[in-house]
């Protein structure tokens, strides 16, 4: 008989208007890493809430090593050595690295009181024993989030947690920082820990994984070996369809430059220059793309474009009008569409309807209010009908849904809709396709690309550099906070393309400074 860490044997889960688990059985080995694969909304998450007892199953069974449960609370899969690292992670930035991890098990003196020197002790030695390398002292509003993730981890082995849960644990990880996890899962297994690992990424599947759960809107189909099922195969698994994983398009007929940054300048939070004497044009009918590791001025630039950070100097021109100095609701209105990095703080807002956030930049139009103000919620509501049918968007209760309630790609699909329907001059996309499943992600480079050829800017921040080769028609390189150097992508080379990122300039980008 099969040793099994864990068994979910046909587990169902409905919340109004989806069923979003329907019947599911998942069984992992001891000491084996499992991946669970599935589309954005497909129920991963909501399977895994319920093992680490955030939800209770309507129906269905659970059992942990041989031994059948009820488990009603996260503190009730604590005591049954499980423990779960969130995709957003749930830590106190204004506490130290080990005041997060000891939360709510704080060890005690004889007199009673907080033995933080033991405890720091403790978390030292964890850290040593699996290579993770955090300081127990340091501040975690001061740490990088690969660092935090490594606090989320320490926090469940401190739990002495034997069954670990991941999240989409990539998602907001720089590719180094995601290499190092690789080698973190490495030794979480020597040291025989069972991972159950949730990723839309099929390369990380291969490189972590033994076996593969796959789930498609609700439902299982099917378990395979890693090793023997290819990315093609799993990818058709989890969407019910071949997918391409290279965007077709016909070559870019950029026109007239619709972007202009002149030698700007903006600041980070701490007073630094986040961008320096950056200058870049992005012109009508192409998609310029921005490739950088995380941390050298991408987020800032966008921002600044958008309006949300001030210019300290230089200028930005939008079709040769001076925007430096405009508000965001009057960039908005002058033709910027904005697809921003942090979806959940600046993209929706959780407890409007769906619709609502649709219209979030447009509900003062005539199509969508009358009467001087008085909006027309059901012309809203068509409106939120007509997107979520064109856009593949995943509501269990169609317009009427919290956005809030929905699954992080298809919040993703709710803020591009908004801003391609808006028909701007210039779009600024900012990660577009972070922690989203392949089907959503062709989705939505098709979505870009069509932009582009309907002679649409299109300025693209990504840190997956495979995303920029795919997409862009140019490519410029950025490292602590200016531009070093941009080539056409039909030339570029990513070993090139990596050095640029690294600091090193272009030949192109020397020969014009020489000028």
Same mark, same amino acid.
């Given at each position: ?15 109004? +208007? ?21 589309? =954005? %909304?497909? +129920? ?23 031994? @059948? ?13 499980? +423990? ?21 098990? @704080? ?32 501040? &975690? ?20 947690? @034997? ?8 998602? &907001? ?36 994984? @033994? ?28 969407? %019910? ?21 002149? =030698? ?6 701490? +007073? ?47 079709? %040769? ?84 309630? #929905? ?93 640029? #990122? ?14």
């Amino acid at each position: 008989m099969p040793d099994y860490a864990i068994e979910m044997l046909e587990i169902t889960k409905a919340f109004p +208007g989806v069923v979003a688990n329907d019947g599911v059985t998942l069984k992992v080995f001891n000491n084996e890493v499992h991946a669970i694969l599935g589309e =954005n %909304g497909a +129920g991963k998450s909501t399977l895994m809430s319920i093992l680490f007892g955030l939800y209770d199953a309507d129906s269905g069974s659970i059992r942990v090593r041989g031994r @059948e449960v009820r488990i009603r609370d996260p503190n009730q899969a604590t005591e049954l050595g499980i +423990g779960m690292v969130h995709q957003h992670f749930k830590l106190v930035h204004n506490y130290t690295v080990t005041e997060n991890i000891i939360l709510g098990k @704080e060890p005690r003196t004889k007199t009673g009181d907080m033995d933080l020197k033991s405890a720091e002790k403790r978390v030292a030695e964890l850290s040593a024993r699996y290579g993770l390398d955090v300081d127990p002292k340091a501040k &975690v509003e001061t740490i990088s989030v690969g660092m935090q993730q490594r606090v989320e981890i320490l926090k469940i082995l401190y739990r002495n947690a @034997e069954i670990l849960i991941f999240d989409e644990p990539t998602a &907001v990880l720089r590719p180094q920082e995601i290499d190092e996890l690789m080698q973190i899962f490495k030794r979480l297994k020597a040291e025989g820990k069972t991972i159950i690992l949730i990723t839309h990424k099929l390369r990380e599947i291969k490189e972590a994984a @033994e076996r593969c759960t796959i789930l498609r809107r609700g439902r299982c189909v099917g378990t395979v070996d890693v090793q023997t099922c290819s990315e093609e195969e799993m990818a058709e698994m989890m969407v %019910g369809r071949s997918v391409k994983f290279k965007t077709d398009k016909t070559p870019a007929r950029p026109g007239k430059t619709v972007l202009e940054l002149k =030698n700007l300048y903006v600041r980070k939070s701490k +007073g630094l220059y986040a961008v320096q004497n950056l200058s870049l044009n992005v012109r009508s009918g192409e998609i310029l793309g921005i490739a950088g590791v995380d941390g050298n001025g991408q987020s800032e630039l966008v921002a600044a474009i958008a309006g949300m950070l001030p210019v300290e100097k230089g200028s930005i021109l939008l079709s %040769g009008k001076d925007i430096t100095k405009l508000s965001i609701h009057d960039r908005i209105a002058s033709g910027i569409g904005h697809v921003p990095e942090d979806r959940q703080r600046y993209g929706i807002v959780p407890d409007f309807r769906l619709d609502e956030n649709l219209v979030l930049k447009s509900y003062a139009s005539p199509a969508f209010s009358r009467n001087g103000g008085i909006l027309n919620m059901a012309a809203i509501a068509d409106y939120g009908r007509k997107l979520i049918q064109g856009y593949d968007i995943r509501a269990g209760q169609g317009p009427a849904t919290k956005v809030g309630s #929905m699954s992080g790609g298809n919040q993703q699909k709710v803020i591009i809709a908004r801003e391609i329907e808006l028909s701007p001059e210039l779009l600024l996309v900012a990660q577009p396709t972070r922690g989203l499943d392949v089907g959503a992600i062709e989705t939505i480079h098709s979505r870009l690309i069509a932009e582009r050829d309907k002679g649409r800017a299109v300025l693209l921040v990504s840190f997956e550099l495979d995303e920029i080769l795919n997409l862009c028609d140019r490519i410029a390189a950025i490292s602590k906070g200016e531009i070093v150097g941009i080539v056409d992508a039909e030339d570029a080379k990513e070993r090139d393309i990596g050095a640029m #990122m690294a600091g090193f300039r272009s030949k192109a980008a020397e020969e014009r400074e020489a000028g």
